[in-house]
Structures are given as structure tokens and as C-alpha cells.
């Protein structure tokens, strides 16, 4: 058969087959003309490239602004300080380059521009930082271009790069600009910034899986749960990753990638050489050739032999098409002269056809039985349907329904369609006309939720009714798996914050008192640290597991972040049976509990819980204060969390929130913007202790204390003042106003010839800041050189922290400024640690030194205390003295210096300078 046919096939006159394939490039043209081809021809491209994706190394690190990052913090937009100090520590990790892509193009309303400034440039002075530039429309309504540019201060130290990207006409993102000019100035693209190449436009590889960069969550590396050898010698990609944000497109293969990812697999496309498109004109060629080729070779054998050279010519041009792309960096078309050869071929062989032939094959493809098509359509189809006459029996189920419900073809074939849809069972007239959601039974009773289609078929006999199915359990699923994210912790299983507020607000409705409970874990961070994330979300579980079930019904209990809990227990007073209810809590909580993931090692936890009282007297007032910006759940929340932390600070087990800690928590956000007016007002004032050579009580100089201003309502305790400061980040220009106060007095002293030692006290929070320790070094190097100044630092104070904070003690020592250990004895120190310091003073603190006659015991420690600051070579200062007797003993085990209330207490500058002639003259 195929011989006479291919016999007759090779008997048209070639008049016939040119000027068929010529029709068949004609067509081609029109529809290569219209565009029709073009989404084809990036299907297949796209089909092929991800059958060749695959991971590559890469030195490139996306750090995620993610949803957990997001929900950590809890605001957003971030506070630009968010970004700094991750910027800096990076900049601790030595990595190779930094690209941000965060709009920076307004200056922030919650603050921390400075600090980001000065994060930048610290960073862009060892490696290269580039930010993002961008031109948009003005609005929905203009579509006139404008350009967005980071701030001025923050352009400065860095390279300003495009970020934008040109989907193609099907809304995919396949290729990556050289940048865009604006007003005379060029911004090459981040990618070619981050390749380090020629500036030059390219196709985006996606055969690099975006599973070859390393991706670090914004939150873990605040938290520093990124290990340095991760990021060293690496190029950070910041960009966002959460869905929330919107900063995602559509690309081929891998559907949505956020723009940092984007730019990640552009700037490796280009580091593995770009992937580029033949000219237009080599296009042309190629498909010229194709279409030749196909032509003299369809030609010369039949319709069998040129079906299998087909199949050989698509399947050699698609080995073709994945050698250049993977080999020569080049994306040729790979649809487009394959469909071509398909036409020729198809033209051929129709102009071979005789009318006979044509006759016979249009009345196979068009006379089709009816009822045979139905049933192929039935049977093959996913759906579920079943054929239903007017009275509602089955007449035909096809083997989906047969399947889903568990039951025969002969079962289902003449049984009330009731049966398996009890929807039905008033009739099929009784339906919706529209789609509607219902359920089906199967053969074991379980119903399954489908969507149902009924709609009549019109025939010229008997009404028949079809009735698809779509089987819903899926989307059933997924919806209640959103509603359990959007009520429960993932984690713990216990309810989250939102609905744990919902809960308590709805039962505050019905009980006029209630408890709330907040419980935190102590120390969580080091199981973490030690054990791992893995058995921190273990322990995570099991305490959960122990409240959830110690609190049964009387409550509800959630987990609102991190390590920390909340119950609540509606119409429990505190101290009416909540505070025993918290201790018996805590001894189930902190029973000890072995972990899996950890081996047989026993774990013993201890935990903390605050507690505040709903409709009691002690917190009536601030309930009421607070309504109208907060829910009352989130205000009992806000009160339980205050007394937790304050239990914590007063090492209470259970705590429960008190009126006066709202006062006192008021007072210190008073005491913020009071500072900040001080500091700008010059209205603090320093005090000075003399300090004397205890051999010759000579005085030697002073130690500088920092004073609340005297014309203030009320005096505010150096502790505090300095605990508020830390904690609002004025630390740093109160300290700077203190350096500044001491040096404009230079000069005066000089003249006068005062002693010239003056000590002033350094908090540990100002180690941790690289720019303010170079600018107290600036502040020093600008004086006279008169005053020798000395720096006072607890011995604990750079702990946790050791390696940066002894590199800015050198620096500071270098600078010409002594270092000495305030508070000595109070804490804990190694002599490796007090040699690593470079300090040449140590002062024993006053709790050793006053009454140290009747105090053996602080005897050996004074005595023990000066003989080895002796050995380090370390002159030793008493603070404290306050009878002869103390310093006759002190004189005796050979201490240097000497400070205290038998001299002199802090006197203003006026009474320092008559103490001191008062000194002179009893010298004389």
C-alpha cells in the first residue's frame, strides 16, 4: 500500500510541488508578519532551556527581605537604622560587593537616614556599593517619565544602577537592558555592575537554576545567626523576596521571581559569557536554508519516508538548539523553521493528493456517529460526568465518576442519580441552571465536596440531562489551610497573635474580669545558639504541648513571637488564684524535657511570666487611657509584657503589672525628647571628684560626672539618665556633649595650672559604634594636648562583642587617651582579657574599700587587687575612701591613687578650683 501510494505521490508534476512549497513560505511569511509565531516559538525555547536547567556555582548571596524578616521587626516600611546596621555588618564580613536594591529615594519619617548614610560610606570604602535608579511614570493618569535617584548623602560614596527591567510582549521577563541614559548621564545595569564586564545587554540564562545563589533571611543576619564564612568574599544582592511587597515578575520557567533574584541570574549570565540572538539577517538565512533543504528532500521521496525526515530534522534542531545555548551562548529560533519544514512538507503531500483521494479523507474526518462522539468525549474526559434522563436515572457514568465514587459501570447505569448526588433527590428540575458547589457519596458513605454543572442536551428524542462534576477537594483544602495560617501559629499549633486578640476582646464582652498571662523562655537564644534552630523549634513545641494542655479549658493560649506565650484566663483575678496558677504553670513548664533532636541530654528550661488583671483597681486608669488607641487585648498583652520584663530586671519568677510601672515606663518616655532639649539647650553640668597621690595626697586630677540640669522640676539620677540614653540612642551625643564640655575648658586650666588628669566614664553601647569612637579620636587630636585624658569602662562591658570592641579600644588608646577598669571586682574578668585591653589603670570599686577595716574578707581582695595590677604594670585607684582608716590601710598595701568623700565629694567647677587652692595653701 505505501509503495502504490508513494508511486503515485512521486508522479506530480514538480510544477505542482514548487509552487506548493512557495505557497507553503508564503503562509509562513504571513503569519512570521503578524507575530502569530512568536509566543510558539518562546514555548518551545522555554520548554527546552528548562529541561537544561540546573544548579551553578556562584558567588552571588541574595539577603531575603522576606515575611519572616517582616514579622520579626513588626513595621513596615523598615526605619532606615534596620538597614544600617545590617549594612554594617556586612561590612564586618569582608564581602566582596554590596548591592542594595531598597528605594532610598525619600528621606525616611521613621528616621535612621544618617545612620544609613554613614553605614554606606564605611562600607563602600573597602568594597563596591551600588544602589538602585529607576525611571517610572508620575502617576496611573501621566504617563510622563520621571526618575527616582536614592538621597544625596546616600549617592555619594556609591554607584547608581538601573533596576529596570522590559518584559517582552507576553509579560515575560527574557532579557536584561544595557541601562538607560537620562539627562546626559548613563546608568549602566545592576547586573553588569555585578558581573564586572562591559556594560552590554543580554538574554537571561534561566538553564541557571535560581537555586544556585545563596538566599540569608533579612532577620537571621540581625540577629547574627549568619556565620561570616557565608558571606566573606561573596556579592549581596538586598532585595525584597516577600509576596506582600509586590517587587516580583513573571519569567519563563520558574513563573514569578522576585527582581533581586532577576538580577542575581543576570549578572551570572553574564559572568558565564551573556547569552545573545542571531542577527536578523542570520535568521532570515537559516530559515532560507530550511526551507530550501526541506523542499528538494519532501520532493524526491513520499509522504512516509519525508514524515520520518521530518522527525529526524526536528529532532537533530533541537539537539542543535541546546548545543548553542549551552556551548555558544546563543539563543537561536527553534519553532519557527521547524514549523516552516512542516508546511512545505504538509503542501507537498496535499499537492500530490488526487480528488478522489481528498473526497475520501474529508468524509472520514467529517461523518462521525453522534453518539459514538459522545461516548469518546464522555469516557476520556477528567471531569466527572453522568448522562441523566428526565426522571433522574443514570443512563451513562463515565470511568472518572466510576473512579471517584468507588462503584461499577453497571452499578451507577440505571440507579437514581440521588445516590451518588443527594442534592438531586427532589428532582433535576429542582437544580441551579448556574454551576453550584454540593458533595457526592461513594460507595463507603464518604462525601467528597465537587462543583456541579446540570444542562440539558437537546435532542429530537427524549430530553437528556448531563450533569459534570469537579471534584473541589483540593480548593476545599487549600481554603482551610488558609484559614488555619490565618487563626494558628505554624509552628506551635497554638493560636496566633490576631486571633488570640479576637478571642479576648469577644469574652471580654461577657466576663468583667480576666487574667492575662505572657510567659517567655529564658535564655532561648543560647539553645538556639548551642543546639541549633531545629531543637529551638523542638523546645518551641514541647512548651506549647505543656501549656496547651495545663490550661485545658479555662482559657485560651497563643504564641505571639519568638519564645514568647500568652493565655488568658477569663474571670480569674491575679491575686485571686492567677498567681497561683502562673507558679504551678512554671514548675510543668520547667520540668525537665529530653529533645530528639538533641540526643538523651536532658534539657532543664526556666521561664518568666507577667501577668496583668483585667477591671482591677491597680490598672483601671491606663485600660481606659489606652482605648483609644488599642484594643483592650492589646493592652492587658502590652501590661503582662511590663511586668515580665520587670520580673526578669528584679529576678521574679511571676510578676504582675502595677500601676506605678506604667508611671515609670511614662517617665522614661518623658525623659527622651527631655535629653535631646538638654543636649541642644547646653544644659546639663558636670561635677568634678578630685583624685590624690595617696603618698603625698597630692591632688593629680579629677573624675568628670555628668549632672541632670539644676534648674530642672526634679533631679533624675545619673543611673537612669544614662539607662534612657542608651536605650533612645543619645548615648552618643550626651557622651559627645560631655568630651566637648571638658575640652572648651582646656585653656582655662592651662592658664591656671590645674592638675591635668581628668577620667571621664565611656558606656559599653559606645564600643559598638565605629563612627563615634573616631570622632571622640578627632575631638582629642584638636585640643591643646594639656589635658591628659583618661577613658573609665566597667571590666564586663565589652563582652559579648569582644573582637570589635578591643579594635576601637586600641584605636582609642592609640589615639593618646589611657583606658582604666571602673567597678573592679563587680563582675568577671580574666587577666588575658585585662592584658587584650591595653588598659594602665584599675579602680577598685567602692563596696571593697569603704569600712574595709571590719571587712577581712574585702581585705584579701583590696590586697590581692593591687598586687596584681602591680605585676601587669597597672597603676590602682580606691574609689570610696571615706575614713583614715581606710586610707592608712590602703597606704600600707602600697595603693597609688585615691578618691572619695574623705577628700572631697563632686564639686561644680567653681568649688573644684577653691578646693584645689584650699589644697595649695595647706601644702604650704
Known amino acids: 500500500m505505501f509503495a502504490d501510494t508513494g508511486r503515485r505521490f512521486k508522479s506530480c508534476p514538480a510544477s505542482k510541488v514548487v509552487v506548493s512549497a512557495l505557497l507553503a513560505v508564503v503562509v509562513f511569511g504571513l503569519l512570521l508578519w503578524s507575530g502569530l509565531l512568536e509566543r510558539p516559538e518562546a514555548g518551545v525555547r522555554d520548554r527546552i532551556v528548562g529541561m537544561l536547567a540546573e544548579q551553578q556555582?556562584?558567588?552571588?548571596?541574595?539577603?531575603?527581605?522576606?515575611?519572616?524578616?517582616?514579622?520579626?521587626?513588626?513595621?513596615?516600611?523598615?526605619?532606615?537604622s534596620v538597614y544600617a546596621t545590617a549594612i554594617n555588618a556586612l561590612g564586618q564580613a569582608d564581602i566582596r560587593s554590596l548591592m542594595v536594591d531598597v528605594d532610598f529615594s525619600a528621606a525616611s519619617s521613621l528616621g535612621g537616614d544618617a545612620e544609613l548614610e554613614g553605614a554606606i560610606r564605611l562600607v563602600a570604602e573597602t568594597v563596591p556599593v551600588f544602589l538602585p535608579v529607576f525611571v517610572q511614570r508620575r502617576s496611573q493618569t501621566d504617563?510622563?517619565?520621571?526618575?527616582?535617584?536614592?538621597?544625596?548623602?546616600?549617592?555619594?560614596?556609591?554607584?547608581?544602577?538601573?533596576?529596570?527591567?522590559?518584559?517582552?510582549?507576553?509579560g515575560l521577563v527574557r532579557s536584561l537592558s544595557v541601562g538607560f541614559r537620562w539627562q546626559d548621564q548613563f546608568y549602566r545595569g545592576a547586573w553588569n555592575a555585578l558581573a564586572e564586564q562591559a556594560d552590554t545587554g543580554t538574554w537571561i540564562d534561566y538553564t541557571i537554576s535560581p537555586e544556585s545563589f545563596r538566599y540569608v533571611s533579612f532577620i537571621d543576619l540581625l540577629e547574627g545567626r549568619v556565620p561570616e564564612r557565608i558571606l566573606r568574599g561573596r556579592d549581596i544582592i538586598i532585595g525584597s523576596t516577600a509576596i506582600e511587597l509586590g517587587d516580583n515578575l513573571a519569567t519563563p520557567i520558574h513563573q514569578v521571581l522576585p527582581g533581586a533574584v532577576i538580577q542575581a541570574l543576570g549578572a551570572q549570565t553574564l559572568r558565564n559569557g551573556g547569552l545573545y540572538a542571531l542577527a536578523p539577517v542570520a535568521g532570515f538565512i537559516i530559515l532560507a536554508l530550511f526551507w530550501l533543504s526541506s523542499t528538494l528532500v519532501f520532493s524526491r521521496c513520499g509522504w512516509h519516508r519525508g514524515l520520518q525526515v521530518l522527525g529526524l530534522m526536528i529532532v537533530a534542531w533541537l539537539g542543535v538548539f541546546a548545543l548553542a545555548h549551552l556551548y555558544a551562548n546563543l539563543v537561536l529560533d527553534v519553532f519557527k523553521p521547524l514549523f516552516l519544514c512542516a508546511l512545505v512538507y504538509v503542501a507537498i503531500n496535499l499537492a500530490r493528493l488526487d480528488s478522489a483521494t481528498l473526497d475520501r479523507l474529508w468524509l472520514q474526518?467529517?461523518?462521525?456517529?453522534?453518539?459514538?462522539?459522545?461516548?469518546?468525549?464522555?469516557?476520556?474526559?477528567?471531569?466527572?460526568?453522568?448522562?441523566?434522563?428526565?426522571?433522574?436515572?443514570?443512563?451513562?457514568a463515565n470511568q472518572s465518576i466510576q473512579l471517584l465514587c468507588d462503584r461499577s459501570d453497571s452499578d451507577?447505569?440505571?440507579?437514581?442519580l440521588s445516590d451518588c448526588l443527594p442534592d438531586a433527590r427532589y428532582g433535576l428540575l429542582?437544580?441551579?441552571?448556574?454551576?453550584?458547589?454540593?458533595?457526592?457519596?461513594?460507595?463507603?458513605?464518604q462525601h467528597i465536596p465537587v462543583q456541579a454543572t446540570v444542562s440539558r442536551v437537546a435532542t429530537s428524542g427524549d430530553a437528556i440531562f448531563t450533569v459534570v462534576l469537579r471534584d473541589l477537594s483540593e480548593r476545599v483544602a487549600r481554603e482551610q489551610e488558609l484559614e488555619y495560617r490565618?487563626?494558628?501559629?505554624?509552628?506551635?499549633?497554638?493560636?496566633?497573635?490576631?486571633?488570640?486578640?479576637?478571642?479576648?476582646?469577644?469574652?471580654?464582652?461577657?466576663?468583667?474580669?480576666?487574667c492575662l498571662i505572657c510567659l517567655d523562655i529564658d535564655y532561648f537564644k543560647e539553645v538556639n545558639d548551642t543546639y541549633g534552630h531545629v531543637a529551638g523549634d523542638e523546645l518551641l513545641k514541647a512548651v506549647a504541648q505543656r501549656i496547651e494542655k495545663y490550661v485545658g479549658n479555662l482559657g485560651y493560649c497563643a504564641r505571639i513571637g519568638g519564645d514568647g506565650f500568652a493565655l488568658w484566663l477569663p474571670g480569674l483575678r491575679f491575686f485571686a488564684g492567677g498567681s497561683q496558677f502562673c507558679e504551678q504553670l512554671l514548675e510543668e513548664v520547667e520540668s525537665p524535657l529530653t529533645l530528639a533532636i538533641i540526643g538523651d541530654v536532658p534539657l532543664q528550661i526556666s521561664a518568666t511570666a507577667g501577668a496583668a488583671d483585667y477591671g482591677s483597681d491597680n490598672n483601671i486608669t491606663d485600660?481606659?487611657?489606652?482605648?483609644?488607641?488599642?484594643?483592650?487585648?492589646?493592652?492587658?498583652?502590652?501590661?503582662?509584657?511590663?511586668?515580665?520584663?520587670?520580673?526578669?530586671?528584679?529576678?521574679?519568677?511571676?510578676?504582675?503589672?502595677?500601676?506605678?510601672?506604667?508611671?515609670?515606663?511614662?517617665?522614661?518616655?518623658?525623659?527622651?525628647?527631655?535629653?535631646?532639649?538638654?543636649?541642644?539647650?547646653?544644659?546639663?553640668?558636670?561635677?568634678?571628684?578630685?583624685?590624690?597621690?595617696?603618698?603625698?595626697?597630692?591632688p593629680i586630677g579629677c573624675e568628670a560626672l555628668l549632672r541632670w540640669p539644676q534648674n530642672a522640676d526634679e533631679v533624675v539620677p545619673v543611673t537612669q539618665l544614662i539607662e534612657v540614653a542608651e536605650n533612645s540612642r543619645q548615648i552618643v551625643p550626651l557622651t559627645r556633649w560631655v568630651v566637648e564640655t571638658i575640652l572648651a575648658q582646656e585653656a582655662e586650666w592651662e592658664e591656671k595650672g590645674w592638675p591635668k588628669h581628668i577620667a571621664l566614664n565611656l558606656s559599653a553601647r559606645l564600643f559598638q559604634d565605629r563612627n563615634f569612637i573616631a570622632g571622640l579620636k578627632d575631638l582629642l587630636n584638636s585640643s591643646s594636648g594639656y589635658f591628659a585624658i583618661e577613658c573609665e569602662i566597667t571590666e564586663t562591658a565589652l563582652l559579648g562583642n569582644e573582637d570589635r570592641a578591643l579594635a576601637l579600644v586600641s584605636e582609642l588608646v592609640d589615639s593618646g587617651a589611657t583606658l582604666a577598669i571602673d567597678d573592679f571586682g563587680t563582675g568577671?574578668?580574666?587577666?588575658?582579657?585585662?592584658?587584650?585591653?591595653?588598659?594602665?589603670v584599675l579602680k577598685i570599686d567602692r563596696s571593697f574599700v569603704s569600712d574595709i577595716q571590719d571587712s577581712p574578707g574585702n581585705q584579701v581582695i583590696v590586697r590581692s587587687t593591687i598586687n596584681m595590677a602591680h605585676e601587669l604594670g597597672m597603676t590602682v585607684v580606691a574609689e570610696g575612701v571615706e575614713t583614715l582608716k581606710d586610707e592608712q590601710f590602703l597606704r600600707v598595701h602600697g595603693c597609688d591613687l585615691v578618691q572619695g568623700y574623705l577628700y572631697a565629694r563632686p564639686l561644680a567647677l567653681p568649688d573644684f578650683g577653691r578646693w584645689l587652692a584650699s589644697r595649695e595653701n595647706t601644702d604650704v
Not at 515575611?67 to 532606615?80: H, K, L, N, V
Not at 451507577?412 to 437514581?416: G, I, R, T
Not at 490576631?498 to 471580654?508: A, P
Open 430 to 445: 429542582a437544580l441551579p441552571s448556574m454551576p453550584f458547589d454540593t458533595h457526592v457519596v461513594t460507595s463507603a458513605g
Open 623 to 698: 485600660q481606659s487611657h489606652q482605648q483609644s488607641s488599642a484594643t483592650q487585648a492589646e493592652t492587658l498583652l502590652r501590661q503582662a509584657t511590663d511586668a515580665m520584663r520587670l520580673g526578669k530586671q528584679e529576678g521574679i519568677a511571676v510578676r504582675c503589672y502595677r500601676e506605678s510601672d506604667n508611671q515609670a515606663a511614662m517617665r522614661r518616655l518623658e525623659l527622651v525628647p527631655a535629653i535631646r532639649t538638654h543636649i541642644n539647650n547646653d544644659a546639663f553640668y558636670l561635677v568634678y571628684q578630685p583624685k590624690l597621690e595617696l603618698s603625698t595626697l597630692t
Open 412 to 416: 451507577m447505569e440505571n440507579s437514581p
Open 365 to 396: 474526518i467529517t461523518l462521525r456517529d453522534n453518539e459514538a462522539l459522545l461516548d469518546r468525549i464522555v469516557a476520556t474526559t477528567n471531569d466527572y460526568i453522568l448522562c441523566v434522563d428526565r426522571n433522574g436515572t443514570i443512563t451513562k
Open 57 to 80: 556555582p556562584s558567588n552571588l548571596v541574595v539577603l531575603e527581605i522576606d515575611s519572616a524578616s517582616i514579622e520579626a521587626i513588626g513595621q513596615w516600611p523598615w526605619p532606615r
Open 143 to 170: 504617563s510622563a517619565l520621571m526618575i527616582r535617584r536614592p538621597l544625596q548623602g546616600l549617592a555619594e560614596s556609591v554607584e547608581l544602577v538601573s533596576v529596570n527591567m522590559y518584559p517582552a510582549s507576553d
Open 486 to 514: 490565618a487563626t494558628y501559629d505554624g509552628l506551635t499549633g497554638l493560636l496566633n497573635r490576631s486571633t488570640f486578640f479576637d478571642r479576648v476582646n469577644e469574652t471580654l464582652e461577657r466576663y468583667q474580669s480576666g
Open 828 to 840: 568577671y574578668s580574666s587577666l588575658a582579657y585585662l592584658q587584650n585591653l591595653r588598659a594602665s
